[in-house]
């Protein structure tokens, strides 16, 4: 059975950085797009980033451009969020998740359970 696991998060400063991880397991992903998504209270999930199957492209949301790194690590099935100058903004609950395909309005196939994320000034 697929399963994403994400940890890394928890409570922050603002200005401050945190990296969150995603271990899939299950099958392989090696062939699957991976990104972020989050969702704050009383909000709906967003999109924060995506990478492709090999690392080559990446995309990320324009509230979190030039802060926010998507990397992965086939080899450790592991995708990753790097987050630096962590803004009140940014808390929420984020999610992992993996697809064969991409593209607009994407909605992966495969969710983590998620892990919050609380920027405080």
């Known amino acids: 059975q697929a399963q994403l696991v994400e940890s890394g998060g928890g409570s922050v400063q603002a200005g401050g950085s945190l990296r969150l991880s995603c271990a899939a397991s299950g099958r392989t992903f090696d062939y699957y797009t991976m990104g972020w998504f989050r969702q704050a209270p009383g909000s709906e999930r967003e999109f924060v980033a995506a990478?492709?199957?090999?690392?080559?492209?990446?995309n990320a949301a324009d509230s979190v451009k030039g802060r926010f790194i998507i990397s992965r690590s086939n080899a450790k099935n592991t995708v990753y969020l790097q987050m630096n100058s962590l803004k009140p903004e940014d808390t929420a609950v984020y999610y992992c998740?993996?697809?064969?395909?991409?593209?607009?309005?994407?909605?992966?196939?495969?969710w983590g359970q998620g892990t919050q994320v609380i920027v405080s000034l």
């Open positions: 998740a993996a697809d064969q395909t991409y593209g607009r309005s994407w909605y992966p196939k495969y």
């Open positions: 990478i492709s199957w090999n690392g080559g492209i990446t």
